[in-house]
């Protein structure tokens, strides 16, 4: 019932920057946390931040800190992942995921209940 779309990702060359969107239907989008995850090939999804309910608080993992920001607007159920200073490591699939619950790890992908397909990501070096 509840679907998540990414939009956004491209081909991009390092140190550009790149925005990525995801579009929530079918729930409640403000009852959601909302994460961004990303997989290499060859490699485990990784977590890449997290942004709570109302927005009012976020969390990244530290490849990314100081260069990823995570946004969200309510009223278009949309999140966002702002990347700026791109680098080659950085290409991936990338994920948006909600988070019905109230507790658990945020940055476990265990811990999410939806997901979109993906969006890929390349940054060439």
């Known amino acids: 019932q509840v679907q998540l779309v990414e939009s956004g990702g491209e081909l991009v060359q390092a140190g550009g920057s790149l925005r990525l969107s995801c579009a929530v239907s079918?729930?409640?989008?403000?009852?959601?946390?909302m994460g961004w995850f990303r997989q290499a090939p060859g490699k485990e999804r990784e977590f890449v931040g997290t942004i709570s309910r109302s927005g009012g608080s976020t969390y990244y993992a530290d490849s990314v800190k100081g260069r990823f920001t995570i946004s969200r607007d309510n009223a278009k159920n949309t999140v966002y992942l702002q990347m700026n200073t791109l680098k080659p490591e950085d290409t991936a699939v990338y994920s948006c995921?909600?988070?019905?619950?109230?507790?658990?790890?945020?940055?476990?992908?265990?811990?999410?209940?939806?997901w979109g397909q993906g969006t890929q990501v390349t940054v060439s070096s």
């Open positions: 995921s909600a988070k019905s619950g109230l507790s658990g790890a945020v940055d476990s992908p265990r811990e999410y209940d939806y």
């Open positions: 079918g729930g409640t989008f403000s009852t959601y946390r």
